[in-house]
């Protein structure tokens, strides 16, 4: 069995002058619901084995509010390729993961995470939620009955879980924008 857990970054500001997107911080409400996000990873068990994250500030931001509610470091390794990637590159990095870790957790972007969510999971319930919006700070994990992380394939997975900011905390949502 291999677990696949998706993490996209908070919200992140617009109002500072910064040159490039890869730059742009996390506004207020985006640290909160980090935090709050981390809390219920924490309140459900969840750990991984191996942690991959996109280098923009803003999901380097998200992952130090997501352990200070957590209550440890994930201990990210970060990795240019997953900035702003499609499902294919990421598909490729989760096929390329290392056996020996049964959990993943990757962190990044719209829209390749939420698209990458549903190349992967099967129909129901919970898909239908990802098919109406992906907000920031959202987490799906999906189960696969595989031993191999190459053997994870389009439509093979189950979502085991899809928490949204604004399931935990009504203040936190709904989400105006996608970013």
Same mark, same amino acid.
């Given at each position: 069995?291999? #677990?696949?857990?998706?993490?996209?970054?908070?919200?992140?500001?617009?109002?500072?002058?910064?040159?490039?997107?890869?730059?742009?911080?996390?506004?207020?409400?985006?640290?909160?619901?980090?935090?709050?996000?981390?809390?219920?990873?924490?309140? !459900?068990?969840?750990?991984?084995?191996?942690?991959?994250?996109?280098?923009?500030?803003?999901?380097?931001?998200?992952?130090?509010?997501?352990?200070?509610?957590?209550?440890?470091?994930?201990?990210?390794?970060?990795?240019?390729?997953?900035?702003?990637?499609?499902?294919?590159?990421?598909?490729?990095?989760?096929? !390329? @993961?290392?056996?020996?870790?049964?959990?993943?957790?990757?962190?990044?972007?719209?829209?390749?995470?939420?698209?990458?969510?549903?190349?992967?999971?099967? @129909?129901?319930?919970?898909?239908?939620?990802?098919?109406?919006?992906?907000?920031?700070? #959202?987490?799906?994990?999906?189960?696969?009955?595989?031993?191999?992380?190459?053997?994870?394939?389009?439509?093979?997975?189950?979502?085991?879980?899809?928490?949204?900011?604004?399931?935990?905390?009504?203040?936190?949502?709904?989400?105006?924008?996608?970013?």
């Amino acid at each position: 069995m291999k #677990t696949l857990t998706l993490l996209r970054h908070a919200k992140s500001s617009w109002n500072d002058p910064i040159e490039r997107d890869f730059d742009r911080p996390l506004n207020a409400r985006g640290r909160r619901a980090a935090r709050t996000v981390g809390r219920e990873m924490r309140a !459900q068990g969840l750990s991984f084995d191996r942690v991959l994250a996109s280098p923009a500030v803003r999901v380097v931001e998200t992952l130090e509010d997501v352990a200070d509610g957590y209550g440890g470091s994930l201990a990210p390794e970060f990795d240019r390729r997953i900035y702003l990637a499609t499902p294919e590159i990421l598909l490729e990095l989760v096929q !390329q @993961a290392d056996d020996q870790a049964a959990t993943l957790l990757v962190i990044g972007h719209n829209p390749g995470l939420e698209r990458l969510a549903l190349l992967l999971s099967k @129909a129901g319930d919970l898909r239908k939620e990802i098919e109406v919006k992906y907000p920031t700070a #959202t987490l799906t994990q999906i189960e696969f009955a595989v031993d191999r992380w190459s053997d994870v394939v389009e439509g093979a997975g189950t979502i085991a879980r899809f928490i949204r900011p604004r399931d935990l905390d009504p203040e936190l949502g709904p989400d105006e924008d996608s970013f």
